[in-house]
């Protein structure tokens, strides 16, 4: 089983709908999950961290926490076409370091 | 510049060759990370380091890998012996020591004729 699992995708939703993106992690001990987005080319950019149970919502970004279910999703509100990109979950691992999944490939179709 | 440097943006060196990435961290992060991203791959952790204590080395691929910093600022990681499947980007991150939010450097592209 691998530490964070993300399904890679695509995901093609129409512009303005609602994108979700999953992702499951292994250490029940872990406690800082991030969400980071990647356009082709380019590095990974932070876009939402959560560290307790429950939503956090920033703009059109909500991600959500479920500890019991080990379970982290990221919901893109009013999807645009610049939000077409790779999300990459992450997870704090033992001793500080992050795992990541191997990315969602999000496609916004105008 | 406030965010995370790294140079060069680009490499292509032959088989066999050494090369030197380096990693300028943001200013006051005490943490620094290097990861390595093949062609369509998500990110490879390859060394962690953690202001003065001994770093996480676990993912370093073999032995041809090193990584050091020196002050606690600046970091250089050494491939020897370059091979062909060490093509990919080679990317850095710090943060600080109480808030785990990585910051991402631009990337060094190395490729390996």
């Known amino acids: 089983q691998k530490e964070v699992e993300q399904n890679s995708g695509p995901l093609s939703v129409p512009e303005g709908a609602i994108a979700s993106l999953n992702c499951t992690y292994s250490d029940r001990g872990s406690q800082s999950f991030f969400w980071y987005r990647q356009y082709s080319g380019k590095s990974p950019e932070l876009i939402m961290s959560?560290?307790?149970?429950g939503d956090k919502e920033d703009g059109r970004f909500t991600a959500q926490l479920n500890k019991a279910s080990q379970y982290v999703s990221l919901l893109i509100r009013d999807s645009q076409p610049s939000d077409s990109a790779t999300y990459l979950c992450a997870v704090i691992h033992q001793g500080g370091k992050l795992i990541f999944g191997q990315g969602t490939e999000l496609s916004v179709k105008p | 510049g406030a965010g995370v440097s790294q140079s060069p943006s680009n490499k292509v060196t032959e088989k066999g060759k050494d090369v030197e990435l380096r990693c300028d961290p943001i200013?006051?992060?005490?943490?620094l990370y290097w990861y390595r991203q093949s062609l369509g791959q998500g990110l490879e952790f390859l060394i962690y380091?953690?202001?003065?204590?001994?770093?996480?080395k676990s993912g370093l691929p073999s032995d041809r890998f090193s990584a050091e910093r020196t002050g606690g600022s600046v970091s250089t990681l050494t491939i020897q012996r370059t091979q062909q499947e060490d093509s990919a980007v080679y990317l850095c991150?710090?943060?600080?020591?109480?808030?785990?939010?990585?910051?991402f450097g631009p990337g060094t592209r190395l490729t390996v004729t």
């Open positions: 991150a710090s943060t600080t020591r109480t808030v785990y939010e990585q910051y």
């Open positions: 380091f953690q202001g003065n204590s001994a770093p996480d």
């Open positions: 959560i560290y307790s149970n």
């Open positions: 200013s006051g992060h005490t943490a």
